[in-house]
C-alpha cells in the first residue's frame, strides 16, 4: 500500500479535483521538490512561499476569509512557534465574531522524533497545539487515516491542524486507498518525482481515488484486549501495536487505541475502554509537563476514579528543551517499545 | 467626521462613566479615515474590499454606514454588539456582510491575514482589493515584513493597499527613539512598492492619496503602501487616561476651519451639526445601558462554526 507521504499527497489531489482546494503552499512546497518529504508533489495548485512561517499561517487564515481553501504547510513544526498569535487568532475568529466567520483552512506541519533529526527536527506539537481552541487536530498513524483525515480536514468549515508524524512518511500501511493501485512498484512510478530533472515530469494519478473521508473525533480500536487500555496517537500506536502483540503471546491481553483525532477526542472510545479493562496508559511523546495526556489522566481520575484497578499513568517525552542527537539521547527522550512494554506489565501486576 | 468625532467622545465617557471596561479608538484620524471608508467597494466576497483594521477604525465604520450605537453596544459589551456579542473591546469590528475581518488586539497580525485575502484576490477578473490598516510602532513587528515580502514577489504581486497611520508613539514611546528610518513607507521602496508618505490631519491631501492609491491597487493588481501621518488626541487608550492631549493637530478643527474660510458651512450650522449628534448618541448610550449582557452560559457557542453549547 501507498505509504504516509504518498497518501497524504494523493488526498491533496484527490480535494484539488473534487474539494476546491485553490492552494497548497508552504516553503518548498511547490515544484521542483514538492515538499521535504515529497508530500505535495504533482500537484497542480502547490506552489513555493517566501521562507516565512507567519506569512504562511497568515496567509491561509486570510484565504480563509476569502472562503478560498488552502492547505499550507509549515515544514517542521519546531519551526511553528513564531507562529503562535496567529495560530490563536485563528482558532479565535469564529468565537471572536460570536459566530459570524467560518474559518475553513488546514496548517499540515511534520512532527515527532524517531528519525534522529536532532534538537530542531524533532519537536513535538501536541501538547502545545491542544492548548489553542477553535482547531480541529488530527494526527494518523497510517495511510488510509492519512488520506481519509485529510478530506476530512478539507470538508470542515473550521480550521483544522494536520499534524504528520514525520518517521511515518516512509511507512507503507497495509491495505488499500480506495481507487489505488494494488502493485507499490506501479504507484511509485505513478505519482513519485523522478530524481534529477523534473521539468518535464508529470503525475499519473490514480483514476478510481474515492471519497475515504475518516470522520473527525472518531478513534479506532488498532487491538482488542481486556486487561490494559494503552491510548496513544500516531507512530506511537504503530510501537503500541506491537507491544501488544508480543505481551499477547504471555496472556496479557492489551486494549490499543488510536486516537486518530487529538480535538475534539473521541472520550466515549477510550472512556468505554476504560470500563472494560480497569487499566489506562497513556502514550505519547511530547514533553510531559502539561503534556495532552495529563487532560486524559485527569479526566479519567475524575470520571472513573472508582472503577480504576490500577492507577493510570502517562508515559511521554521527558521534560527537557530538545531531542539530542546520539542514539542514546533519542531514546532516552522519548517514549520506547520497552517502555511501553514495561509499563503494560506493571499496571496489570498491580492490584487495589 | 463629526459623528466619528462625536462617537469616540461617547465612548470615553462611556468608559469614564463605568459603562464599558476599556477604551481604545480612533479620534484625530477622522481626515484619513473618513475619506478611506467613502471608497469602499463594500459587500461581501473578493470581488468586494476585504478590511484588516486595527482598533481606530472607527471612522472607517461609520463612513461605511455602521450605527453608532452598535459601537456603544460593543462598548458596554452587551449580547446585542453585533461586532462581538460582548466579548471583545470596543472599536474591534467583525462584520462578514462587508468583508471586515475581525479586529484583533494583537498588534500587526492583520498585515499577515491580509496576504491571503490577498491572494485571493489575484483570481482572474477579481476587482475587489485587501486594505489593510496599523500605527507606526507596530511596523516593528515581524508580519509588516512579511506583507511586504509576500505582496511583492515578482511575478505574484498581490492587490494589498497596506495603510500606516503614523501619530508618532508606540503607546507611552516615541517613535524617533525606537525608529532609524525617517518614513515607514520607506521601507517599501526597496521591495518595489510604490508608495507615498501624506498629511493625514488634511482631508483633501487624504481623500486625493487615498484615490489614487486605490485606484492603483485596483487596477493595477499591485501593492501600495501609504503612510499617513495622524494625530492621537485622547493618548493611546483608557489606559493612559484618555484625555484630550493639548499640542496635537486637530483635523476636525482644521477641516471646519476651511469649510468655514470657503463659505461651505457656517460656525453656527457645524456647531449645531455636532449637537445633534451628541444629543442623539447620549439618548443611544442611555438606550445601550438598559441593554441586557450576554449570558455566561454562553461561552462555548461559536467555538467552531454553527456550533453551540458544551461540545466535549
Known amino acids: 500500500m501507498a505509504n504516509m507521504a504518498q497518501a497524504i499527497r494523493m488526498a491533496l489531489h484527490y480535494g484539488e479535483k473534487n474539494l476546491n482546494l485553490e492552494h497548497v503552499f508552504g516553503e518548498d512546497v511547490g515544484p521542483p521538490l514538492g515538499g521535504a518529504f515529497t508530500v505535495t508533489q504533482g500537484l497542480t495548485k502547490s506552489w513555493n512561499s517566501p521562507l516565512d512561517e507567519r506569512g504562511i499561517v497568515g496567509a491561509a487564515i486570510g484565504l480563509a476569509y476569502a472562503n478560498v481553501r488552502c492547505v499550507a504547510e509549515v515544514q517542521f513544526c519546531d519551526y511553528i512557534y513564531n507562529t503562535i498569535d496567529l495560530l490563536k487568532i485563528g482558532g479565535m475568529s469564529t468565537w471572536a465574531s460570536n459566530g459570524d466567520w467560518p474559518t475553513p483552512f488546514t496548517i499540515m506541519t511534520i512532527v515527532g522524533a524517531g528519525i534522529r533529526g536532532s534538537i530542531y527536527h524533532s519537536h513535538s506539537f501536541d501538547a502545545t497545539m491542544t492548548h489553542i481552541p477553535g482547531f480541529k487536530i488530527v494526527m494518523p498513524s497510517n495511510s488510509a487515516d492519512a488520506y481519509g483525515l485529510m478530506l476530512a480536514c478539507l470538508k470542515e468549515n473550521n480550521p483544522t491542524m494536520y499534524l504528520a508524524p514525520k518517521a511515518l512518511l516512509r511507512v507503507e500501511s497495509e491495505g488499500l486507498i480506495p481507487g489505488e493501485p494494488a502493485n507499490k512498484k506501479e504507484l511509485k512510478e505513478m505519482i513519485d518525482a523522478p530524481l534529477g530533472d523534473r521539468s518535464k515530469w508529470k503525475p499519473r494519478w490514480p483514476t478510481g481515488l474515492e471519497d475515504a473521508t475518516v470522520e473527525i473525533g472518531k478513534g479506532k480500536i488498532v487491538r482488542e484486549g481486556e486487561h490494559v487500555t494503552l491510548v496513544t496517537y500516531g507512530r506511537h500506536v504503530l510501537i503500541a501495536r506491537d ?110 | 467626521m463629526v459623528k466619528a468625532r462625536n462617537l469616540e467622545e461617547r465612548l470615553i465617557r462611556m468608559y469614564k462613566q463605568n459603562d464599558g471596561y476599556f477604551w481604545i479608538g480612533g479620534p484625530g484620524e477622522e481626515a484619513f479615515n473618513v475619506p478611506l471608508g467613502m471608497m469602499i467597494k463594500k459587500g461581501m466576497g473578493l470581488d468586494h474590499d476585504f478590511l484588516h483594521l486595527h482598533y481606530r ?56 491575514t491580509a496576504i491571503g485575502t490577498g491572494i485571493g484576490q489575484t483570481k482572474k477578473g477579481c476587482t475587489g482589493i485587501t486594505i489593510v490598516n496599523g500605527g507606526d510602532a507596530g511596523t516593528a513587528e515581524g508580519e509588516f515584513a512579511s ?28 517613535a524617533c527613539t525606537q525608529h532609524g528610518e525617517k518614513n515607514v513607507a520607506d521601507r517599501g521602496t526597496a521591495f518595489g512598492i510604490k508608495n507615498a508618505v501624506i498629511d493625514g490631519n488634511d482631508v483633501e491631501t487624504s481623500w486625493f492619496a487615498l484615490k489614487e492609491a486605490i485606484d492603483y491597487v485596483r487596477t493595477e493588481r499591485k501593492p501600495f503602501l501609504l503612510e499617513a501621518r495622524v494625530s492621537r488626541l485622547y493618548g493611546h487608550s483608557s489606559a493612559s487616561g484618555a484625555n484630550f492631549v493639548a499640542g496635537e493637530d486637530d483635523c476636525l478643527v482644521r477641516f471646519q476651519n476651511q469649510l468655514e474660510k470657503a463659505g461651505v458651512l457656517s460656525r453656527k450650522e457645524m456647531d449645531a451639526l455636532h449637537e445633534t449628534y451628541n444629543t442623539k448618541m447620549i439618548e443611544e448610550s442611555k438606550q445601550v445601558k438598559q441593554e441586557s449582557m450576554p449570558s455566561g452560559d454562553t461561552i462555548y457557542d461559536h467555538i467552531y462554526y454553527g456550533q453551540k453549547g458544551r461540545y466535549w
Open chain 1, 243 to 352: 507491544v501488544a502483540d508480543k505481551l499477547k503471546q504471555e496472556g496479557i491481553s492489551v486494549e490499543v487505541i488510536d486516537l486518530r483525532t487529538l480535538w475534539p477526542y473521541d472520550w466515549d472510545m477510550i472512556s468505554n475502554s476504560i470500563l472494560k479493562t480497569k487499566r489506562v496508559i497513556f502514550v505519547n511523546e511530547d514533553t510531559e509537563v502539561t503534556n495532552f495526556g495529563e487532560h486524559l489522566l485527569r479526566r479519567t481520575i475524575e470520571e472513573h476514579f472508582y472503577t480504576l484497578h490500577a492507577r493510570p499513568r502517562l508515559l511521554a517525552g521527558a521534560f527537557v528543551p530538545g531531542i539530542g542527537l546520539a542514539d542514546p539521547l533519542e531514546s532516552a527522550s522519548v517514549p520506547q517499545a520497552s517502555d511501553i512494554e514495561k509499563a503494560c506489565r506493571e499496571i496489570v501486576a498491580e492490584r487495589p
Open chain 2, 57 to 112: 477604525s472607527s471612522a472607517i465604520m461609520l463612513a461605511m454606514g455602521a450605527e453608532p450605537i452598535d459601537s456603544m453596544r460593543q462598548m458596554k459589551n452587551v449580547a446585542a454588539d453585533p461586532y462581538s456579542g460582548g466579548r471583545n473591546f470596543a472599536n474591534h469590528y467583525s462584520k462578514r456582510e462587508w468583508n471586515v475581518v475581525p479586529v484583533t488586539s494583537t498588534i500587526e497580525t492583520q498585515y499577515a
Open chain 2, 147 to 174: 506583507s511586504l515580502v509576500w505582496a511583492s514577489r515578482p511575478d505574484f504581486n498581490l492587490p494589498i493597499l497596506m495603510i500606516v497611520t503614523n501619530n508618532q508613539y508606540g503607546i507611552s514611546t516615541p
